[in-house]
């Protein structure tokens, strides 16, 4: 009797633990394996290698569960005939598969669901172990089962599946609205391009690169941004370059009135219209630039994007003190009765809206 009981409690703990780490081995996430690894957590990098090749260490808690149970079970009922006889074995089988069901199935499972990572991260040492031993028969059962898994699997993750992740975590509070938010962005940047998000053109300012800055007004630079295009005869196609508005102003104030905006010009960058958001961060990152021209397939002047446009795709609006600036004026304006016949600026100052310019 002692025998049997002994022989039972060895099947249900086996079979249990090879529940518990198989239903551990599919729960746990391969990211939370790899935040493990960059903590230095005993068994991580062995349980990340069981993740990126599951096949034979499944194979092997496979072999290994029903070996046990299939010869624990004919070996057990042999002991219960002799034991208990032919007329109670009916209630005997009835009331093993009961227990059996509850502590070697259901609870090692649950457990393994819930307590996902440190199960894993503990069996993962021993799983290895017990795949090399039954080696031999994981490799007489993939050559037998070939036919049927040819074809590699693919194991990705879908931007859907991130943001609904996200969405989730977000839900549970384990993440923050905001978090939330920044990781819905960050997709859609690819989406976006450089015409969804630019300055067009009829908004934009410029100085022509032959005027001279004897000619230029003082007041007029003030209002305009940090960058002001620079354009070869008056004409926004032909934009050839950028003027900081330090420059201007640091010329001005050292009397250097005989030069012209051509000469303190800087480089220009040019993208096209359909480049995406993405890119745009890139390329502003690797020229160290502010500032890029967006034209079209005939290299037309299309407007302008700013790395401040791209970032407030991920971040929302920014606004700086020229932004607040502009929004006093034109609440001002409103308030204003309309303003007498006023002259116009001196031709070849500023072209286009003065008010809206690159940051």
């Known amino acids: ?10 099947i249900i703990l086996v079979s249990g633990i090879v529940s518990l780490a198989e239903a551990a081995l599919f729960s746990v996430p391969v990211s939370r394996v790899h935040i493990a690894v960059e903590q230095r957590r005993r068994g991580a990098r062995r349980l990340l290698a069981i993740k990126q090749n599951l096949q034979r260490p499944i194979g092997a808690l496979v072999i290994l569960n029903n070996t046990v149970n299939i010869g624990g079970s004919i070996y057990i009922g042999k002991q219960a005939e002799d034991l208990f006889g032919d007329q109670w074995m009916g209630i005997f089988s009835a009331t093993f598969t009961f227990f059996f069901i509850i502590a070697a199935e259901i609870v090692p499972k649950t457990i393994g669901e819930r307590l996902a990572e440190p199960a ?30 040819k074809g590699k699997l693919l194991h990705l993750v879908s931007e859907d599946e991130i943001r609904a992740m996200a969405n989730l975590g ?6 923050s609205r905001h978090e939330n938010e920044l990781i819905r962005k ?20 410029f100085l022509a690169g032959d005027l001279k800055l004897s000619d230029v007004k003082l007041g007029e630079i003030e209002r305009l941004h940090s960058r002001i295009l620079v354009a070869s005869d008056g004409d926004l196609d032909k934009i050839n370059g950028v003027v900081y508005q330090r420059d201007l102003l640091l010329a001005l104030a050292q009397g250097r009135t005989n030069l012209t905006v051509e000469e303190l010009k800087q480089p220009v960058h040019f993208v096209y219209e359909s480049v995406p958001g993405h890119r745009l ?36 609006e920014i606004e700086d003190e020229m932004d607040a600036r502009e929004r006093a004026e034109k609440q001002a304006g409103d308030l204003a009765p309309p303003a007498a016949n006023k002259p116009p600026s001196p031709q070849g100052t500023v072209f286009g809206d003065a008010r809206v310019q690159a940051r």
């Not at 977000?170 to 993440?175: E, Q």
């Not at 690819?190 to 009829?202: E, G, P, S």
């Not at 021209?293 to 290299?299: I, L, Q, S, T």
Request: charged letters at 15%; glycine letters at 4%; hydrophobic letters at 50%.
């Open 1 to 10: 009797m002692l025998s049997l009981i002994l022989l039972m409690a060895m």
């Open 120 to 149: 894993a991260l503990s069996l993962a040492p021993l799983l290895a172990v017990v795949t090399r031993l039954l080696l031999p028969m994981i490799w007489l059962v993939e050559h037998i089962t070939l036919p049927f898994s």
């Open 170 to 175: 977000n839900t549970s509070g384990s993440i």
């Open 186 to 205: 960050a997709f859609r940047l690819n989406d976006v391009t450089a015409k969804d998000i630019m300055t067009h053109r009829l908004k934009l300012s």
């Open 281 to 316: 961060l890139r390329e502003f990152q690797r020229t160290h630039q502010h500032l890029f021209v967006v034209v079209d397939e005939y290299g037309g002047t299309c407007g302008i994007v700013s790395l401040e446009d791209v970032l407030e795709e991920l971040v929302g």
